[in-house]
């Protein structure tokens, strides 16, 4: 794991390989899918070796190391990061590697299937990035166009190897260059994160053509316990900013930083590191404004902050995002940084955010405080029963489209099940395996591999026996919302609209008796 830099399983799994030893199919292993992609994981090798040669020996390959010069981009860096260039041509890979290898390359998504039959590459005229997982195999390719054709950078699709919403590009660089990684900046591109290694700053990923998901962010705090946003400063970089902040909340577990880093106008982290250099360009990182700082500011600009009522509203705009937070001393944080902002007392802000009790930081699930609900319950509590579903029907997670719908709902255990949610949302493909592998060093991960060992809870009709929890959770989430309505003396007119629709939601959907008996 330490030389390597891997996580444990894949410890266990490369070791394994190297002795010819069979990784027994239990609970905790891979599916049987993913130990028969060995071979694609050799051929995506055998490609990236090849558009490395194309680099240095094609007619066209200076035109490709021309623009790398023009970019200053070094030999060294290049070598690093396994640059290389896909020739033009339609079926110059299908040329090289033969008709045996085209179902396996259009499997990886190297080459695409003609609607008249046949394949064509599907990369052509391009500067190629492999894209490597945490154990440094090749899982999809980048490719930058060298004229101005469209779409400048063109990505792998998704495939058995390769899915963007969990794929880090740079990771695997930053961890070889790096013992013990204490920060990580997520950028935008392929040539940020280049550049930036060149200049020796070794912990720079970027994202693949997508918003930083909630499994970008587990894989990141996995590695370290910051991440650092860089975005642009126009108005694009806003958004994406924005975008980032709200899936970020959810991950914010104590001990968890996430910071914001916006470059000035024309800038990105590769012109900018070389026009500053890194000194000046760390300098910047270092001062990025905290999550707290950038929330808060973010949503003050919306509002007047002179006024009591923009204060009022500012609570309100804070609500939904104080909500997502996970239980905890964070969360605890920046409810107290909001009373502040809004000189109210905290016990009544926590209140009015929805919360019986103030928020106060939790210990961590002892033997005698169990987050799923107690042992000798009866009857294991909603939260409990949907969250076994869950586990063991993970394709489940698609029958909820809007999880934190859930968030300001007082039960325990509800923010474990909308992390599950969200996480089974955007990775249907996920087993039971995989699941119980992204909880493994959290504290929640003994309750939920406890929680998989027992029986499925049903037979037959999941769906409908989940997607009836579903509904009684957020009946109860309706419910106690119209309590702390109905107990606030003074109500503002949204207020007042809210508790209509409470009401009329009541009204149209009545007690049912459901759940797993």
């Known amino acids: 794991m330490e030389y390597e830099r891997l996580d444990f399983l894949d ?29 694609l994981y050799e051929l995506m090798q055998q490609v990236s070796s090849f558009y490395r040669q194309q680099l240095k020996e094609h007619p066209r390959g200076s035109e490709a190391i021309n623009y790398l010069k023009a970019r200053s981009v070094s030999g060294e860096t290049a070598a690093e990061f396994g640059v290389g260039y896909a020739p033009p041509g339609w079926d110059t890979l299908q040329k ?76 695997f660089e930053a961890r070889q260059a790096n013992r013990n990684i204490q920060r990580l900046l997520i950028v935008e591109g392929y040539m940020d ?39 642009d400063g126009d108005r694009a970089g806003r958004e994406a900013a924005n975008r980032a902040l709200e899936n970020t909340l959810p991950a914010m577990q104590a001990g968890r930083q996430a910071r914001f880093l916006f470059l000035p106008d024309g800038e990105d982290p590769d012109s900018l590191v070389q026009k500053e250099g890194k000194v000046a360009l760390e300098a910047r990182i270092d001062a990025a404004a905290p999550l707290s700082t950038y929330l808060y500011e973010h949503l003050a600009r919306q509002v007047d902050m002179s006024s009591i009522d923009g204060q009022a509203r500012l609570v309100e705009l804070a609500r939904p995002h104080l909500n997502k937070l ?21 016990r009544s802000l926590s209140r009015l955010l929805g919360n019986n009790k103030p928020i106060t930081a939790s210990a961590p699930p002892s033997h005698n405080q169990r987050p799923l609900g107690n042992k000798q319950d009866k009857q294991p509590s ?8 869950l586990l063991n029907t993970p394709s489940l997670g698609q029958l909820e489209t809007e999880p934190q719908r859930f968030a300001s709902l007082n039960a325990p255990g509800i923010t474990l099940l909308i992390e599950l949610l969200e996480m089974l949302r955007t990775s249907p493909h996920l087993t039971t395996g995989a699941v119980l592998e992204r909880w493994r060093e959290r504290e929640e991960g003994r309750y939920l591999a406890k929680l998989v060992q027992q029986e499925n809870l049903v037979d037959s009709d999941q769906e ?8 009684q ?14 107990n606030t003396q003074e109500l503002t007119q949204p207020e007042k609209e809210e508790l209509q629709q409470l009401y009329k939601y009541l009204n149209e959907n009545p007690a049912t008796r459901g759940g797993v008996k």
Do not use: W
């Open 11 to 39: 410890a266990v799994r490369d070791l394994a390989a190297h002795v010819g030893m069979e990784i027994p199919q239990g609970s905790y292993s891979a599916s049987s899918a993913q130990s028969n992609s060995k071979p």
């Open 96 to 171: 090289h590697f033969g008709n045996d290898n085209t179902q396996p390359l259009a499997t990886t998504g190297m080459l695409i299937k003609k609607e008249s039959g046949g394949h064509y590459d599907r990369f052509r005229e391009r500067i190629m990035f492999p894209i490597r997982d945490s154990r440094g195999r090749i899982i999809g390719f980048g490719g930058r166009v060298l004229g101005d054709d469209t779409p400048k950078y063109l990505n792998s699709p998704e495939t058995p190897l390769f899915h963007k919403g969990q794929a880090l590009y740079g990771l």
């Open 193 to 231: 994160v280049v550049m930036l290694a060149q200049h020796n700053i070794r912990y720079a990923v970027a994202t693949l053509g997508t918003a930083t998901t909630i499994e970008h962010l587990e894989l990141m705090f996995r590695t370290t316990s910051e991440v650092i946003f860089c975005f």
């Open 326 to 346: 996970p239980a905890g001393v964070f969360k605890h944080m920046m409810v107290t940084r909001l009373a502040e902002i809004t000189r109210m007392e905290e």
């Open 382 to 389: 909603l939260v409990r029963q949907a969250i076994t579903l």
């Open 464 to 471: 409908e026996i989940f997607s009836s929890l579903l509904q």
């Open 473 to 486: 959770l957020y009946r109860r989430h309706v419910i106690q919302r119209k309590d702390i309505l109905c």
